[in-house]
């Protein structure tokens, strides 16, 4: 079964700092690759996704990830965070597979605290 | 806001009761999800259906029985459920059917407590 790593469950910055979040998933085959943002008391919402093409993916808010094939990763980024960042990242991955279907796996999270 | 709406927010009940989740969509979505998320676990997929139909089941008790009556609606029935069972319940659409790999639009979620 695939298996999704996000191995930072708790992150705390402070405002201006640099974000990277670690993803890791465990299938050797041709994926598509998600990060979903949950905001307290609100919805799971897309960030940025991987389908093909250049690996290097930008999503709103200014966060982009970066696709390596070769370490199975993809790693979530921000130059500058705000405390507007506040937030649980979730990384999901959707392996491609014949008659496999739109099923994704999901890591566990990572919780993000900006501090002022 | 992603156009799936998921009613009650929030849930308390007993061991004994039955109660039922809603799950709407008005996207024109051909698929349509039930995932199950507890503390410090990764979301688990609960329940597929794809053109209204059926399509996977992740080895979810009985205790829990999905209905979709039409393409924009998604119910999870709840019955003798087990205070383990108490979670976010997150309802999630995606547009061109389940056999086609696509983007989940995910609803606000229940917050399902079991006594």
């Known amino acids: 079964a695939q298996s999704v790593s996000q191995h930072n469950h708790h992150v705390i910055l402070s405002e201006a700092a640099s974000l990277e979040l670690g993803c890791n998933y465990s299938?050797?085959?041709?994926?598509?690759l998600f990060w979903y943002v949950q905001y307290p008391g609100q919805h799971l919402q897309l960030l940025l996704k991987y389908f093909s093409g250049d690996p290097l993916v930008k999503g709103i808010k200014g966060f982009e990830a970066e696709f390596i094939k070769s370490k199975f990763s993809f790693n979530l980024r921000k130059p500058s965070v705000q405390w507007s960042d506040t937030a649980e990242y979730f990384c999901a991955v959707n392996p491609i597979l014949t008659g496999g279907g739109n099923k994704l796996t999901f890591g566990t999270g990572t919780q993000l605290k900006v501090e002022l | 806001e992603t156009g799936v709406t998921q009613t009650p927010r929030h849930l308390v009940m007993g061991m004994t009761n039955k109660k039922s989740l809603k799950c709407e969509q008005h996207l024109g979505h051909n698929a349509m999800y039930w995932y199950k998320q507890s503390a410090k676990k990764p979301l688990e997929l609960m329940f597929v259906y794809n053109f209204k139909e059926q399509t996977e089941n992740n080895s979810v008790p009985s205790r829990f029985s999905p209905e979709c009556p039409n393409s924009s609606h998604l119910f999870l029935h709840l019955h003798t459920l087990q205070p383990e069972d108490s979670a976010l319940y997150l309802c999630a659409s995606s547009p061109k059917g389940y056999m086609e790999l696509d983007t989940q639009y995910f609803g606000p979620g229940t917050r399902l407590t079991v006594l």
């Open positions: 299938y050797g085959g041709t994926v598509n």
